[in-house]
């Protein structure tokens, strides 16, 4: 798997701030710190997926919002072309058991055709939950490897060595 390290790559990802579930009030999100770490290893481009209207900074109010953008969850910049890229990596944390609603709007109109793609999940006790076979629903003709990781949210500042290993 190590080849696939120098290939071009991109980072498609989604990770909000402010206050979150077994971390309080952060300055960067948990799945930051992975689309980082892999850029650093990768010389990956980043794009992050950013809500039209941010989600709110009480935790309690977001869980909230973010279950009514199912299905509907306007994004402020949308990639275009993902042509020019071999390998796709898509981070997302897991909400509601699936990916951020974001992700969605952000990848559905994609060509994925001939591009390698790697899921990564961080959460807080579901692991990859539905995530992987929900993205499978909507990047066809892509090349989905079977090697997904779930990164423990707590544990992402910490996870460098894992997304080397993971390489
Ligand atoms: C709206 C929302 C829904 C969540 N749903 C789940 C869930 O279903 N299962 C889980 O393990 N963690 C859940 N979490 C925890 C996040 O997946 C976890 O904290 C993640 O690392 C956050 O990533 P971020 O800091 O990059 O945004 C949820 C968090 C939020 C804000």
Redesign the pocket.
């Known amino acids: 798997m190590s080849e696939l390290k120098n290939k071009k790559s991109l980072v498609i990802y ?4 402010d206050e ?4 309080g009030y ?1 300055d960067k ?4 710190y992975i689309a980082e770490y892999v850029k650093d290893i990768t010389g990956a481009s980043l794009f992050k997926v950013e809500p039209l209207i941010p ?1 709110s900074k009480e ?1 309690s109010k ?2 909230l ?3 009514q953008r199912v299905g509907n969850a306007p994004i402020k910049n949308k990639i275009n072309d993902i042509s020019e890229y071999e390998v796709i990596y898509i981070m997302t ?5 699936s990916y ?1 609603p974001e992700i969605e709007t952000a990848i559905k109109d994609l060509d994925f055709t001939g591009r390698t793609v790697r899921i990564v ?7 990859l ?1 539905r995530v992987v076979e929900d993205i499978k629903k909507i990047c066809k003709n892509a090349n989905i490897l079977n090697d997904s990781i779930a ?3 707590t544990d ?1 500042i910490r996870a460098r060595n894992k997304i080397e290993e993971w390489m």
Do not use: D, M, Q
């Open positions: 989604f990770s909000r701030a979150n579930y077994a971390v952060v999100g948990n799945t930051e989600y935790y977001c869980i919002e973010a279950k944390p897991v909400y509601w058991g951020a999940t961080t959460h807080e006790g579901s692991g939950a990164i423990k949210g992402c």
